[in-house]
Nanobody, 129 residues
Framework: QVRLVESGGGSVQAGGSLTLSCAAS????????LGWFRQSPGKEREFVAA?????????RYGDSVQGRATISQDSAKNTVNLQINSLTPDDTAMYSC?????????????????????WGQGTQVTVSS
């Protein structure tokens, strides 16, 4: 059974950084897309970043975090980490990890939440000014 558990959320001052972790277990495929999405009250869920967990580091980022976020895989711990720098109050949201099977070759993960099959419970990030 696929299980995703997020951690690392909390409260942080604007301008600071935060690293979120997604611990994945039960993944069934040779390559999986692990993505981060976020949602704040009254807003639609938004794509943040995603990576293929085959060790090749193919990743993509949402426009809102491009240039200030890094997604990485820790194979030894079966986790995917998301670091976001230069946080602003606009980054305040519930951050969720999600996964689906990646196709072979040079596949780049989708930014469409509809492609993601399994979801974690989320971790709250609050950025104060």
């Amino acid at each position: 059974q696929v299980r995703l558990v997020e951690s690392g959320g909390g409260s942080v001052q604007a301008g600071g950084s935060l690293t979120l972790s997604c611990a994945a277990s039960g993944l069934m495929y040779r390559a999986n897309c692990l993505g981060w999405f976020r949602q704040s009250p009254g807003k639609e869920r938004e794509f943040v970043a995603a990576i293929v967990d085959d060790g090749r580091g193919r990743s993509r980022y949402g426009d809102s975090v491009q240039g200030r976020a890094t997604i990485s895989q820790d194979s030894a711990k079966n986790t995917v980490n998301l670091q976001i720098n230069s946080l602003t109050p606009d980054d305040t949201a519930m951050y969720s990890c999600a996964t689906y099977a990646a196709a072979g070759g040079g596949y780049v993960c989708s930014s469409d939440q509809g492609n993601y099959v399994y979801w974690g419970q989320g971790t709250q990030v609050t950025v104060s000014s």
